[in-house]
């Protein structure tokens, strides 16, 4: 059991370790977890940063918005009954998400993020 655990906490860390070395914005596909960035300095050391937003849901008013992958686009699979079985998303967007309400759900542009450059001491 024990090595079982070490297998698992090393596998999590060279995972964290491949993304940082990538430098790249990741975006959760489920609310529970933090969207997180790798942001590397002019030394060449890379950071993690935990990122969050200011905004507030501008439906709700007191919800705080958070970073996530959303379903753009899906195909739903049925029965003969018509009842829903299965659904395959097709693409995934990344949404700042009320957590309230998805409908509320604003679409966000990464393009421009501003993880490529350096930060200046």
């Not at 590397?40 to 940063?49: A, C, F, L, S």
């Not at 029965?79 to 998400?97: D, I, L, Q, Y």
Request: proline share 6%; net charge positive; with cysteine.
């Amino acid at each position: 059991m024990a090595s079982a655990f070490a297998i698992a906490i090393s596998f999590i860390g060279w995972s964290f370790f491949r993304f940082l070395r990538r430098n790249v914005l990741h975006l959760p596909k489920h609310s529970f977890f933090r969207a997180w960035a790798g942001i590397k300095e002019e030394d060449g050391r890379t950071y993690p940063y935990s990122l969050r937003l200011a905004m507030r849901c501008p439906k709700c008013k007191n919800q705080k918005l958070r970073f996530q992958q959303a379903p753009e686009t899906w195909v739903d699979f049925y029965e003969k009954t018509g009842k829903r079985t299965k659904r395959h998303v097709t693409s995934w967007a990344p949404m700042a998400v009320c957590p309230r309400n998805e409908e509320h759900s604003i679409r966000v542009d990464i393009s421009g993020n501003d993880f490529d450059e350096t930060l200046p001491r």
